[in-house]
């Protein structure tokens, strides 16, 4: 995540938001990025999304269009376990 904000922030000299959104509630996630050597420390902080903490019929409800890339994350998460 560090790696394309800081690629992204340098292209384009604009303000970014990163959102990480994880599929997989079993994945041991982190919403940081951390590194420290010899006095030199940087700590990035992004934006964690885990779609199983969503109840899917709030976010059909909803009209917020990050409503919908949940949903389509959903969806698509659902269609290839089906095909596991």
């Known amino acids: 995540m560090f790696e394309y904000f800081y690629r992204i922030s340098d292209r384009y000299d604009n303000k970014i938001v990163a959102i990480a959104i994880f599929t997989n509630k079993s ?3 982190t ?3 951390h ?3 010899f006095g030199t420390e940087i700590t990035y902080t992004f934006n964690k999304y885990v ?3 969503f109840d899917e019929e709030e976010l ?3 009209p ?3 409503s919908k890339a949940l949903l ?3 969806y698509l998460h659902s269609v290839v376990d089906s095909h596991l």
């Open 27 to 29: 994945i041991k996630s």
């Open 31 to 33: 919403n940081q990025y």
């Open 35 to 37: 590194e420290k050597y």
């Open 51 to 53: 779609v199983s903490d």
């Open 60 to 62: 059909k409800k909803s």
């Open 64 to 66: 917020k269009l990050f």
């Open 72 to 74: 389509a994350s959903i």
